[in-house]
Nanobody, 115 residues
Framework: QVRLVESGGGLVQPGGSLRLSCAAS????????MGWYRQAPGKQRELVAT???????YYTISVKGRFTISRDSAKSTLYLQMNSLKPEDTAVYYC?????????WGNGTLVTVSS
């Protein structure tokens, strides 16, 4: 059974940094399409960044240049390094993994950017 567990969220001041982690179990994360999404209060879930099975990364324009997605297959962990955080980055962040045509999701980790 595939399970994803996010961690690393919290309260940070504008301009600060956080690194989110997504620990996967029940499957290898090598050669899998994975991503980070977020959902702000009262808004729909949106794509933040994806990492293809070939390790090509894509970012939504609002985070490009500030966020970096990466994976450590040996640790079965996906990361999202977030720098220069802004109040509008406040949201619950979810990681996703696509395996054999199925999409799997974690329960999310809350990021709050506020002074």
């Amino acid at each position: 059974q595939v399970r994803l567990v996010e961690s690393g969220g919290g309260l940070v001041q504008p301009g600060g940094s956080l690194r989110l982690s997504c620990a996967a179990s029940g499957t290898s994360i090598s050669f899998k399409n994975m991503g980070w999404y977020r959902q702000a209060p009262g808004k729909q879930r949106e794509l933040v960044a994806t990492l293809t099975r070939g390790n090509i990364s894509y970012y939504t324009i609002s985070v490009k240049g500030r966020f970096t997605i990466s994976r450590d297959s040996a640790k079965s962990t996906l990361y999202l390094q977030m720098n220069s955080l802004k109040p509008e980055d406040t949201a619950v962040y979810y990681c996703s993994l696509n395996s054999a045509g199925m999409d799997y999701w974690g329960n999310g980790t809350l990021v709050t950017v506020s002074s």
